[in-house]
C-alpha cells in the first residue's frame, strides 16, 4: 500500500498534568487524556477510493509518465486498499506530549557527533542519500532527516529523553478527538497544506519543517501529512484493530514490519489521510521515512 480542535482543558486540570510532567521541550506539545476517534469509516473509505481513481489519473500518470504504473496504480483503488484502517473505533489515552516537529537534519547531526551513530544514507540507491558523509549540505539543514531505521529512530529519541509515539498516539495527535480525514479537517489537500505528490528533485525534494500553516493538526502540530512517513514504536499488523484494547493501546507484542503513518512527498493524497498505516522493516533506511519523538506526562 506505499503506492502508496485545539483542546481546552480547564485551567486547574492543565496545571496538575504539568505539575507532575518533566520540563519537555519547549516544542513539544500537550495533548491532553481523553477519548478520540480512530480508523477509517465507511464514508471516509468510499471517498478514498474515488480519490485514489482520480488521482492515479491526474496525478501518477504525470508523475511517472508510465502506462503501466497508471494501470498498477488503479488497479490498486479498491475498498480493500483501506482495510487495513478498519473498524473505525473510539480509543481512551492518556495525556502525552508529541514533538510540533519532524526530527530535522541540523538535529539529527548533533546526535550522530555526540553519540557515534552513523549518518543517514539510502542502502539501495546512492541518489536518495542527501547527506554528505557526516556533513550536512546547508539546504537540507531544516528538512525532515530521512534513511533512518526504527532503530535509529528510537535511539534519537531515547537520547533527547522521549520516546517513539505509539501509533494511537500519532493518529489522535493528527486528527484531533474527533475522526478529521486530514490534520486540517474533511477538506482536500492542496500544495498550501502538505508536500505531496511529486517526483524525487534531490535536496529541494523535502519541504522545511513547519512550514505549512494550512496543515497544522488540531493542536498545532505541523507534518502530519505528507513530507514524510514517520516511524511509531507499534509493531504493524494489519487486523490489529479487530483486538486493539480501548485504552491506551501499545500495537501487537510482535511482529515482522514497524508501523508508519502520515504519507510522503511522493504519495497521492488517497495516501496522506490521518489513518492512513503501512508497515516497514524496522532495519530499512529509505527515502521518505523520518522522526517525530514523544513524551509520557511523568517522564
Request: hydrophobic share 35%; glycine share 10%; aromatic share 12%.
Amino acid at each position: 500500500m506505499k503506492l502508496l480542535w485545539i483542546v481546552v482543558m480547564p485551567l486547574a486540570g492543565l496545571w496538575m498534568v504539568l505539575a507532575h510532567a518533566e520540563s519537555p521541550p519547549s516544542t513539544w506539545v500537550l495533548i491532553p487524556a481523553g477519548e478520540f476517534i480512530m480508523g477509517s469509516s465507511a464514508e471516509d473509505i468510499e471517498h478514498g477510493t474515488g480519490l485514489c481513481e482520480t488521482d492515479c489519473t491526474t496525478k501518477v500518470g504525470d508523475l511517472m509518465g508510465d502506462v503501466e504504473a497508471l494501470r498498477v496504480c488503479r488497479g490498486q483503488c479498491k475498498p480493500e486498499m483501506f482495510g487495513n484502517e478498519t473498524p473505525v473505533h473510539r480509543v481512551y489515552l492518556d495525556a502525552y506530549f508529541l514533538d510540533k516537529f519532524l526530527v530535522t537534519n541540523a538535529q539529527y547531526r548533533e546526535f550522530v557527533v555526540a553519540k557515534g551513530r552513523p549518518a543517514p544514507r539510502n542502502e539501495s540507491r546512492a541518489k536518495y542519500t542527501l547527506w554528505k558523509g557526516d556533513t550536512v549540505p546547508q539546504a537540507i539543514m531544516q528538512q525532515p532527516v530521512i534513511n533512518v531505521s526504527w532503530y535509529d529512530a528510537r535511539a534519537y529519541c531515547r537520547w533527547v529523553g522521549g520516546r517513539l509515539p505509539t501509533e494511537a498516539e500519532w493518529e489522535k495527535a493528527a486528527r484531533g478527538p474527533d475522526g478529521l480525514r486530514y490534520p486540517w479537517g474533511h477538506e482536500m489537500p492542496t500544495p498550501s497544506h502538505a508536500n505531496y505528490g511529486r517526483p524525487w528533485s534531490g535536496d529541494t525534494t523535502l519541504s522545511p519543517v513547519g512550514q505549512f500553516e494550512k496543515g497544522k493538526s488540531p493542536y498545532g502540530i505541523y507534518d502530519m501529512a505528507g513530507n514524510v512517513w514517520q516511524w511509531t514504536n507499534d509493531w504493524y499488523a494489519e487486523h490489529y484493530y479487530d483486538v486493539s484494547p480501548k485504552q491506551n493501546p501499545q500495537g501487537p507484542k510482535r511482529g515482522r514490519n514497524k508501523t508508519v503513518r502520515a504519507g510522503s512527498w511522493i504519495n497521492i493524497p488517497a495516501v496522506i489521510h490521518s489513518a492512513s498505516r503501512v508497515g516497514y522493516d524496522p532495519l530499512n533506511r529509505i527515502y521518505d521515512i523520518g522522526i517525530r519523538c514523544a513524551k509520557g506526562v511523568k517522564g
